[in-house]
């Protein structure tokens, strides 16, 4: 019989998947390692099981104890999967940045959550490391895992991805890149393989906001900004980030971040999530400079899964002012459009121009299309119509026919946005149509934050 003794033997061995769609025209080859496939779905369940053994053996950890650990949500599943095999209780701090899935699935694991406000400083008491480190205090037989200082963290990495890195791609890997945040994962495999090979590149993917490009160029600690991106970047250098290991920084922006995000999935079929977005763009760069020697290996830390809610929503993007104009379609910016109204306000022709006046009035429209059946026949225009009615009282009993102005034009669900900004220079509105059907209309109020 073929079988595993439990869910933690699946933790590791993680393949390499090769880009094609991403790498056109790039003479280097790309790998994406899918730590996705690790059974809690990132590359944090090796520190979970890791930090568990290690504390285990250290006496740390004793039977019926609770695990507490600060996260960003992945560290804490990994951690919950094994703690929950191996009989702990386990209690996760994390703050209000991190997105509800992993909340969620910590909590199915059996775990506790305890959020807290993500612009708390980290000499504030509520910053969420420091309420970890309180509630450790606190809670008899607790073991705090601290990933942030704790070695199993980086070894974890020195001891299992890196060999495999350099297994799979047989020691011929020249690049590799990931995110920076605790510092374990860049840390462990870039040790090891620097250990095999002192001329691998090891490059850091950072958000803007992020502290660790200016700190390893300078040496000081500027003032964090807030980004969006969920799992790397930090306001602190962590005890585990060995900058000596690490050749290069670079700052990636939160749109860039979701957009290679979204292009992952899409062209390659690797659903992930933001902060994996933010180091397949720096692999891409730099596997754009290399010749046909060039092997980049890049970690895919996560599935999209966990990020329904955030990176893979394009209401939640248009929100946070985070889809690109230049790469919208029609029917993302009309299905995140901020309208009160149904989807479709329309008027026949065979309608009174009263009874159209009256429909407008109610839902605050200046454009209203003119439709029947299946076509747009005509629209009528607010200002147009009551200057027809203020020179004439009995237009407004009229058909809408008779006095409606010419046919708004039409863009399908799947046409470029910029497409539609091009007609609202123009007109007032433009109509949007799914596979033949006319599903509503957008005006130039609805695009102005993306105009």
């Known amino acids: 019989m073929n079988y595993y003794n439990s869910i933690i033997e699946l933790i590791g061995k993680t393949p390499l998947v090769k880009l094609n769609a991403l790498t056109k025209g790039m003479k280097a080859t790309v790998f994406a390692k899918l730590e996705s496939r690790n059974p809690g779905g990132s590359v944090k369940d090796r520190i979970g099981l890791s930090m568990i053994e290690a504390a285990e053996k250290e006496g740390k950890l004793k039977p019926g104890g609770t695990i507490i650990e600060a996260t960003s949500g992945n560290t804490g599943i990994g951690l919950a999967l094994v703690a929950s095999l191996r009989g702990y209780k386990s209690l996760f701090v994390m703050t209000e940045k991190a997105s509800k899935e992993k909340g969620d699935l910590i909590r199915a694991l059996g775990a506790e959550v305890v959020i807290q406000p993500m612009t708390a400083k980290p000499d504030e008491p509520e910053h969420y490391v420091n309420t970890a480190i309180r509630l450790s205090n606190e809670i008899e037989n607790s073991y705090f895992a601290y990933q942030y200082e704790n070695e199993s963290n980086p070894m974890a990495h020195y001891y299992s991805t890196g060999p495999e890195i350099w297994e799979d791609t047989d020691g011929k890997v ?11 994962t860049i840390s462990g495999t870039a040790k090891y393989l620097k250990e095999m090979n002192k001329n691998i590149q090891i490059i850091g993917a950072d958000p803007y906001g992020s ?16 980004y969006l991106i969920e799992g790397i970047g930090q306001d602190v250098i962590p005890k585990n980030v060995w900058l000596e290991y690490i050749d290069d920084i670079v700052n990636v922006t939160d749109r860039d971040s979701v957009e290679m995000c979204k292009r992952l999935t899409k062209e390659e079929g690797i659903f992930c999530g933001g902060s994996t977005g933010t180091i397949v763009q720096v692999a891409l760069e730099y596997a754009s400079k290399l010749d046909e020697n060039g ?4 970690i895919v830390c996560d599935t999209g899964e966990r990020y329904l809610s955030k990176y893979h929503s394009d209401q939640w993007l248009r929100d946070k002012r985070l889809i690109s104009p230049k790469t919208a379609t029609v029917g993302q910016v009309f ?3 901020k ?12 309608a009174k121009v009263f009874e159209a006046l009256e429909l407008m009035d109610q839902y605050n429209l200046s454009t209203m299309p003119v439709i029947e059946g ?59 149509s799914q596979h ?6 957008l005006t130039r109020y609805d695009v102005l934050d993306l105009a």
């Open 339 to 350: 309208a009160d109204v149904p989807e479709l306000v329309s008027v026949t022709g065979s």
């Open 174 to 184: 020249t690049h590799f890149v990931a995110g920076i945040g605790t510092g374990g």
């Open 436 to 441: 033949g059907t006319i599903k509503g209309i």
């Open 295 to 298: 092997i980049v290996v890049f």
């Open 211 to 226: 502290i660790f490009k200016t700190f390893k160029e300078t040496g000081a600690s500027p003032e964090p900004i807030p």
């Open 374 to 432: 299946k076509e747009c026949i005509g629209s009528i225009k607010e200002a147009s119509i009551l200057e027809k009615v203020m020179n004439d009282r009995t237009v407004s009993g009229r058909n809408v026919r008779d006095i409606m102005d010419e046919k708004l034009r039409m863009l399908d669900f799947n046409s470029a946005f910029p497409d539609a900004l091009e007609i609202l220079h123009k007109d007032n509105a433009v109509l949007v």
């Open 335 to 337: 299905l995140t459009r």
